[in-house]
């Protein structure tokens, strides 16, 4: 949308306006049940562990693209 468009309000038929009041009370809303919601160490670890491996396949990728890059462009060089 341009600022043309925007100052003349000319919205998109996908626009939608949001009321913030709304949504500041359902973020409160669920802030105050995940503070009821406890988990036990187990659960807590068990889920670390989980996002250390995702972690570390994410990093396994970017090692890998990172050889492919250098591959790639060498490649051209050449």
Known sequence: ??????????????????????????????????????????????ELDEIKQSIERAAEKQHRLANLMSFYTGELVH
């Open 1 to 46: 949308m341009s600022r043309k468009e925007y100052e003349n309000k000319c919205f998109s038929p996908n626009w939608i306006e949001i009321d913030l009041s709304e949504v500041e009370d359902a973020v409160k809303k669920e802030e105050r049940l995940e503070s009821k919601r406890r988990k036990d160490l187990n659960t807590l670890l068990k």
